[in-house]
Structures are given as structure tokens and as C-alpha cells.
């Protein structure tokens, strides 16, 4: 009797905690719909603010970052080294909305270094540049309607660590922007002059040519995506010609920090032309391998 009464107690147990593992799960659906509720609420009040008149700023970076170390590791063939990789990547933003104008400015910095270090080799070995891209936008607009605008642009890239201006690369044009929804803006500039400014014995060339950049940012609950494409096509030759589209995703997990993501894309003959003339002198636009640039930054990100 006293095994089958500990027995009913037990089922007894189980049964309650069962029902209150229901009832909590339960409850917490409900508060889930009911936050889901309130950030459609939040966004829609974010979607009006962000189309009010005024200024828009804004910035957010990743950082990314590795370090080992070794010794006595005799499965290495450095089996005493150190090796470190650091990367930084900062964007900003500054956007005076009117009614009749707008004016938008943005700015991307992304450095990159890199470090093995042999024990038993002598010499200073160093940080290495790995990553170094620097792009600055300005476009101004006239409205012409709430989709069009009559435009200028003002854009330049360069690298900061490494032969600063040597490529530059500046493009100046007008022409009109389309913006179909608030977080998409369209560029098309059938009159621009790209300015390309290097020293020294080099293959690069100015010239006239159409402009294009599109400019996508979206926000998805705690999900941010900017995804850039700057195009320049050349009226005197393709050879002139570029591109470039770069692409920052950043997820928060806790007050502004969380992971960041970022990865470049660029095609320019004029550039892998130079890099190819160091090793064969006798490389032409005609014979040059024009290979796809790419870069790609992972680590802990800021928003604010």
C-alpha cells in the first residue's frame, strides 16, 4: 500500500510539473507575440522618423581580431612563431533630409594588418597592411518629384596606409538620383569625369564617363544590412572602367555589440595592370588577367 500511495505521489508530481511546463510555455508565446507586436510598432514609428526633415547620422564598425602564439611546436615548421590579424572597419553617415533637397555624405574606412613572427629567424618582423580601403561619398539633389531629383556627386577612394593617392581615384558628375522607397538611393550620372591621380611611371588614365552607385540599408529586428555599388563606365575605354560593391551585415545581441560582417568586391584593369607590370614589364591591357579584388572582415561590431 505504502509503495502504490509513493508511486500515485510521484504521477501526481509529474502531472503538476507538466502542466506548468504547459502553461509557462504558453505564457511565453503569448509575451513573444505580444514583443513581436510591439517592434512592428517601433519600426512603423522608426520608418517616420528616419523620413522626417533634418539631419540623419549615424555610425557603426567591426572589429576583428586573432592571436596565437607557439613554442617548441615541432609539428610546425616555424615550431617557435607568433602570428597575430587585426582588422577595423568604421562607416558614417551624415544625411540633411528637406523637403525641396537632400544632402548625403558617407564615409568608409576599413584597415586590415596581419603578423607572423619566426622565433628563430632575426629580424623585426612586423605588422603587415592587409586590408586598406577608404571611400567617401557626397551627393547632393534637387527634387523633382518624390522619386527624382536632379543631382551632383562627389566620390573618392584611396588607400590611407599605402601609397595614399597613388591610385586616387575621384569622380565628380550630374545627372539625377532615383530614391523608390526611403532606405534605396539610385544614382545615374550620364556626365562624370573620373579623375585618377598616381605618381611616377603608371598605366592609370582620366577620362568621361557614366556613373552609377546604388545604396541599400535595411534593418531587420536586430539585423542591420548596407550593401554599396559604385560603377564607373568609361566612354573612351573599358580598360578605364570600374566597379566596386561592398557589403556590411551586423547582428546586435547586446546594447549596440554584437557581430559584425563585412566583404568588398572590385573589378579594375587599370589597377591589376600596375600590379602586373612589377613582375613582367611586358604586359599590356590586351594580355593582363583582370581577377576579381576581394576583402572580408569578421569580428565583434558597435552600432550607435
Known sequence: MKKILTIFVLFLSLSVVAQSADELKKELASKKDSISKLQSKANAIQSKLDAMPGWKKGAFGTIG??????????????????????????????????????WRNTGMLTLGWVKLDDKNVVGDEGFETATDVFNFTSLYGRKLNKNWAASGLLEYRTTIIENFNNPGFLDLGVGFTWTP??????VIHPGNYN???????????????????????????DLSWRSNLSMFQSYESSDFSNWTLTNSLGYTLWKGIGLGFEFGLRKNKQEALTNALVSNPAETFDTVDNKLQSYWLFGLSYGF
Open 65 to 102: 581580431m586573432s592571436l596565437s602564439g607557439f613554442s617548441n611546436w615541432y609539428g610546425r615548421n616555424a615550431p617557435d612563431a607568433s602570428a597575430g590579424n587585426i582588422g577595423v572597419s568604421v562607416t558614417a553617415y551624415a544625411n540633411l533630409l528637406q523637403d525641396k533637397f537632400f
Open 181 to 186: 522607397i526611403s532606405n534605396l538611393v539610385v
Open 195 to 221: 579623375f585618377v591621380f598616381a605618381s611616377g611611371q603608371n598605366v592609370f588614365n582620366s577620362s568621361v564617363g557614366a556613373k552609377i552607385v546604388g545604396d541599400y540599408n535595411a534593418k531587420f529586428g
